[in-house]
């Protein structure tokens, strides 16, 4: 493990707890987030309930470097991140008057006071921007509140690529053997002990012809990376391994 | 909303939280609880760490009804499961027997002590079987241990379904629309303050031409699901709604 910057991601939606919907946003983000060298380390899936989602943003945003919502930003009444991050915060809901005017701009003559409560941020919120995404991504100190509909969600990376800064990506290798984890823990065991600045995964795969078991070595440091998956290597018995990655 | 018993997932692994491997658990256990009549409230995801899913099992099990983890429950390093849930229940480790008894009959005379240590059980835990799934799940009260690997998981829905008892399950309904999510607001909050024993949840879709928003009517009570939908039907203009399910 490394003390690398984390992050934690708030997922709110009921049609993903109800299984209606399969969750899309989250692989992208962790991806976006290993290529930055910020550490995913937890995710919180709830409902559209605005207490709770101010409880989980007041913990989630104390716990980590950063937070990212994911839904409820839209302005129907099942849209309630941005008063359940205002109340989180303690701070009130205002309506941006730059947000008012582009609003007005996209829906011309037919906008309505609904369309404009997608106006509403918390007060002290910053609207972060590129000059490729000129639509304002939601940001209250360390959390950025992104949208659910997934190509809209993809849509926002890029602006919060272009705020967080990169540390040393995330690098993995991995190792597939025909083995069976009972067999392959005391090799694990020993390889764990010596690199551990290493992140080592074993993944067993049922009903796979070419393997059995994939084991993985991530670190932010790509020379121990290799290190760890060689010194591994070593050990198998002959005939292994199946491949490395 | 109704009060229907609830539950919660624990989504157990680093492979989860990098972005190496798409989570595809949820959607089975969510699936299978709606049609069991079971809310599933709240999933958290998070990394292979003996405190952290401790803390996570003490929190919801004590919230909900049920609480189901997976992933965590091999012979090697990363799998600590086990010893997270006998910690937050604060009852020993113990090997079982009769799992040993399986494990030495399964792996004959290949059997190590690592794969022994899949003989680990919290003490006081049952091992749940069906006449069809005679490989146990373990449960400690409330808690299920579901394996990660989803072609197992998916195995050890029918042992929970068997052991779980039925409420009347969750009925969905939906209408399509060309409309915005800002024009639909109004008529949604009609049917919210008409029905509030019905989920009414809004979904736009970006870059589909057959429609623009979705609209679901979810409750116990298809009767009345079928009515809420229904009444929002009579209050759509002209040449909408574009299809119903």
New interface residues.
Partial sequence: MTDAKTAAALIIG??????????GN??????M??SLGI?????????DDID?IASDVVTLSQSFDWLFTSGGV?????DVTIDAVAKAFQVPVISDPSMETLLRSF?KE???D??L??ARIPKGATLETTPEMTWPTVRLHNTWLLPG?P??FRMKLPVIIDKLGKYPA?V?RAVYTKM???????L??AI?AAYPDI?????????DSSYKTKL?F?GQDQTRVVAARDAFVTLLPAGEPQRLD
């Fill in positions: 009921n049609e993903l707890l109800s299984g209606k919907i399969q969750e989250l692989a992208f983000l962790a991806r987030l290993r550490r995913l380390r937890r995710v919180v899936m709830t409902l709770d839209g302005p129907t009444h099942d829906y037919r906008c309505t609904a369309h409560r997608m509909v190509e809209i995330f993995s069976d984890e009972g067999d392959l823990k005391p694990l065991d764990v992140d080592v995964g074993s993944y067993p795969k049922w009903f993985t991530d």
